[in-house]
């Protein structure tokens, strides 16, 4: 009888419970009531209501519009399916020309813009075949947008003030059509401005104004979420179609146990149905477990990401057992990452991360977790992801497209051929009036390279038909090289033209460019919405214009007009030596090649070190950075993040860290202080990237070889380096070389600076390693060739005084101050053979 009644207690309580949580569930999902809330069902002469939302007709909505004339097409419902979002579906709105929907906007902030497509044919219109552009004010959607299914759209964009304006504008002897429209107000607090920016770390500002474009919204381990659960209105997808390996995940749920926290995640952030199922490493078989589980989602190249992360840990007992590192990319988001840390050791607790990524160069975007070293257990989770594509630097979404004129009406048909005519006409005389002040312009300018060095004394000098040219982002200092006119750059680079695009990074896209004298060139256009602004801009041209060497970058010019930051280089044929590496069909490199592209790099380096009173400290060295000409001369570039060394009386510059993830020196980014030291740590990474081939951090691969450099020290020290090289150069390196090389990037990878050698030390041992290779110096001195070096190195001093030496060098040497031309490996079979004294 007892046990009787205590179990339809628990039973009591259980549906308690139960209730509780519906009502609970109940109440947040009414709770967000929009302050300007728009829902149309375009092309409908009647409501559907959807929920708790109405989606008005297209009669009741025509107010809206710029031409409420345009078509209604219906579909006879009789290819739409049963299902109750289908309302929406049997109806659209038919755009002959450019149209708008102008919507009087009471506060101030982020609102949702989702627009609705399903195709269907109509008398004479067959919305399979649309093609159209879609714009919010100045913002570009839609591109030469065409749907052959369902799509939903959304948009999450920000207004100040006044009237919120979406335009459909057709592409040429084609139509638009939408069949629902939803505009509404978000909450405040759902996106704020304090994301994490991945590259370079630190903070992102300015989120609050870019527009946003969902990419993917998922509910980590748990089923669809459809809009009706959901506070926003929004649909959450399952993940399984987006594992890399499902075997590796495993799905849990735990809805009842999430708990929001005050000030913290709501559930206007994600509802527990998100935040209550998770995806984590399936590794409870074997507690030794050491892989990632990783996510690929499709997504355009060239656009940065918001990425917001959802965490909650529903599958600990107890708080401080799971600790985990977060990968987006090649990127570390958040190493050894302890939930319950950010919960106050509450457990399923509900929180998210916010990331903003760099430029993505590729089609694909890899979200991982997987364990941390220092968890007792082997374990990592993730509840919810969503990615959405921000804004490009000229405000859009889908490519440079100007906004339409609004349209005008088609009865007056006069009036449109007037205006047309007369537009006509002033455009010829525009184009008379250009192409008379462009000769002028030519003359001004001459036929050939005439920009006019920057003065040194402080003032600010002016081209030629300097009417033309005038500053506009701010002082840039004095001997900055050669201000080139921005007519000039955008001739050079076909107006920048995006087929001569050929790379994006951090300060910006790339373009190459012809100058009138043929001379091929790389411009380097700065992006706005870049974190590498007018203090890195300034920093390269100070650098390029103080040093000139071989193996360095040469700068021809920059243009600071029109608000523009924008550097032009030399061309250099064969790219980046990363591209050279992997992820490219170009030939492969031979070890003797990629011996001389790190001698020459590391040339550059020590003579950045050690060419002027004080060192510069380049602070992002890594394989993007070296450059490659046609012969395959490697020459060090983007000087934007370097840093003048410390005084003599010092032993570093105190400054906060820079750089890329994987090349950074460890030293410098726990104690924030930098050496010359922290570009040897970095080019001992470029080192081993370059024996093995592949990038320096890949989350894809199982966590021991996720970070190259770790994984290439473990094989290094046990003497078993040949085991990792790239395969293309297997049995093609002599065993002594391959010695000498990974002693060298052994010793650049010290924990502590003051154990790493020098950049001279680097490159004499570098070139000892091409000795080996080429089998010209016939013993081995010494079993470590860095002590050798070491002991060596005061001999440099007797250089100048080998007759034969100086013979082999004047001619080579490109200036007085440069001594890259010299052959370091005559210098060094002096040294080193018997035979050469």
Request: proline share 4%; glycine share 8%.
């Amino acid at each position: 009888m007892l046990s009787a009644f205590v179990m339809m207690n628990c039973c009591v309580m259980k549906f308690a419970i139960w209730v509780l949580f519906m009502l609970y569930l109940v109440c947040f999902s009414r709770g967000f009531d929009p302050a300007d809330k728009y829902y149309i069902n375009c092309g409908s002469s009647t409501d559907v209501t959807l929920g708790n939302r109405t989606y008005v007709s297209d009669k009741s909505a025509s107010k809206f519009l710029s031409t409420p004339q345009d078509i209604l097409a219906d579909s006879n419902s009789n290819s739409i399916n049963s299902s109750k979002n289908s309302l929406l579906y049997r109806t659209a709105r038919v755009f002959a020309g450019s149209s708008r929907y102008t919507f009087s906007i009471s506060q101030r902030g982020r609102h949702w813009i989702r627009l609705h497509f399903y195709p269907f044919v109509y008398q004479n219109y067959d919305t399979n075949t649309a093609n159209f552009s879609v714009f919010f004010q100045k913002n570009t959607l839609l591109s030469n947008f065409n749907s052959k299914n369902l799509s939903v759209r959304e948009f999450s964009v920000s207004i100040s003030s006044g009237d919120l304006v979406v335009t459909f504008a057709p592409a040429n002897s084609s139509f638009a059509y939408v069949s629902a429209l939803e505009v509404f107000s978000e909450p405040d607090s759902l996106i704020t401005d304090d994301a994490i920016n991945l590259n370079p770390p630190g903070a992102f500002n300015g989120l609050v104004t870019q527009a946003l474009e969902t990419i993917a919204r998922v509910n980590m381990g748990g089923p669809f979420v459809s809009l009706e659960n959901d506070t926003l209105w929004r649909s959450w997808v399952s993940d399984q179609s987006f594992l890399v390996l499902p075997n590796l995940a495993k799905n849990v749920s735990n809805i009842a146990a999430v708990k929001y926290p005050p000030g913290g995640a709501t559930p206007d952030t994600a509802p527990p149905t998100v935040y209550g199922t998770c995806s984590k490493m399936n590794s409870e078989s074997d507690p030794n477990s050491n892989f990632n589980v990783t996510w690929e989602f499709s997504v355009n190249s060239g656009y940065a990401y918001f990425i917001r992360l959802h965490f909650c840990d529903i599958v600990s007992t107890s708080a401080n057992q799971l600790l985990f590192n977060v990968f987006i990319d090649s990127m570390l988001a958040s190493g050894d990452l302890e939930l319950s840390a950010k919960t106050d050791g509450r457990l399923a607790t509900a929180l998210y991360m916010d990331f903003v990524t760099p430029l993505i160069e590729k089609n694909k975007l890899r979200i991982s977790i997987g364990p941390s070293p220092r968890s007792g257990y082997p374990d990592a989770i993730l509840n919810g992801l969503e990615i959405m594509k921000m804004n490009d630097s000229m405000g859009n979404l889908a490519g440079e497209i100007s906004i339409p004129s609004p349209p005008g009406s088609k009865r007056n048909v006069g009036v449109i051929v007037g205006v047309s005519v007369g537009v006509t006409v002033a455009l010829v005389i525009i184009g008379i009036l250009f192409f008379m002040h462009r000769r002028r312009k030519q003359k001004s300018f001459g036929d050939s390279k005439t920009w006019v060095q920057i003065s040194t004394d402080g003032g600010t000098s002016h081209t030629r038909g300097s009417k033309y040219s005038s500053g506009t982002t701010g002082s840039v200092g004095s001997n900055l090289s050669y201000r080139i006119p921005f007519i000039a750059v955008q001739e050079a680079t076909n107006n920048f033209d995006e087929s001569w695009a050929i790379g994006i990074g951090g300060f910006g896209k790339v373009y190459r460019g012809i100058l009138k004298d043929d001379v091929k060139v790389a411009v380097k256009r700065g992006n706005p919405r870049s974190q590498q602004g007018l203090a890195e801009f300034r920093t390269e041209i100070e650098m390029l214009s103080q040093f000139r060497h071989r193996h360095l970058v040469s700068l021809i010019g920059y243009c600071d007009e029109r608000n523009e930051m924008i550097l032009i280089y030399e061309y250099m044929d064969n790219g980046t030596l990363k591209s050279r590496l992997y992820g490219s069909n170009l030939p492969i490199l031979s070890w003797k090649e990629r011996l001389e592209i790190c001698i020459g790099a590391a040339r550059g380096l020590h003579y950045l070190h050690t060419g002027d009173a004080k060192a510069v400290i380049h602070r992002d060295v890594k394989s993007a950075n070296i450059l490659l000409d046609e012969k395959l001369m490697a020459k060090v570039s983007d000087f934007g993040l370097s840093k003048t060394g410390p005084e003599i009386d010092q032993t570093h510059v105190s400054t906060a860290v820079k750089g890329s993830f994987g090349y950074l020196d460890p030293e410098y980014f726990r104690r924030q202080q930098l050496t010359e030291k922290s570009d040897v740590y970095s080019f001992g990474v470029v080192m081993f990237e370059v024996l093995c081939a592949r990038p320096v951090i890949d989350p894809s691969l199982p966590r021991e070889m996720v970070n190259l450099a770790e994984w290439a020290m473990q094989w290094q020290k046990k003497g078993q380096l040949d085991q990792i090289i790239d395969p293309n150069l297997a049995g093609k390196i002599r065993p002594e070389s391959l010695r000498k090389f990974g002693e060298t990037a052994e010793k650049c990878l010290a924990d502590f600076g003051v154990d790493r050698p020098s950049m001279g030390d680097v490159l004499w041992n570098l070139e000892y390693a091409l000795q080996l290779q080429e089998a010209v110096v016939h013993n081995d001195p010494e079993e470590n060739s860095t002590i050798v070096i070491g002991q060596l190195s005061p001999q440099i001093g007797e250089f100048n005084h080998l007759d034969c030496s100086i013979s082999a060098t004047q001619s080579e040497m490109s200036s007085g101050d440069d001594l890259s031309g010299i052959s370091m490996s005559r210098v060094f079979s002096q040294l080193v053979k018997s035979e050469g004294r």
